[in-house]
């Protein structure tokens, strides 16, 4: 299977889970179960599950640039000067200790 494949496999299957949560949003009121106890349950369920796996498209769609990266602060800074990185920084050095250590239970301190 090729990457694509697995892109496009991923996609059907949020859109499945989108359809199935629109249909039991859709099914509570066609079935006017309204807002008592099983109708609320329904409609909680449906948009937790249709708005986890939308977020999740929504994922996978910027991960594969169908929907553009918004750059605010590309566009803003192409005015100015590009800031110089930083220098790394030495870790600084650990003095070894004179004691001797022991690897025994017990023993030492």
Known sequence: ???TQGVLGLVGICLLV???SAAGLASDFLTR???DL???LLILCSLLLGLLFLIAL???AMDQGWIPAR???EAAAAGA???KPAAPRAAPVKPQSEEAVSVRPGEGK
């Open 1 to 3: 299977m090729t990457k």
């Open 18 to 20: 989108l359809v199935l």
């Open 33 to 35: 179960l309204g807002l």
């Open 38 to 40: 099983d109708g609320l």
């Open 58 to 60: 929504f994922s996978i």
């Open 71 to 73: 750059h605010k602060k």
């Open 81 to 83: 000067p590009a800031p």
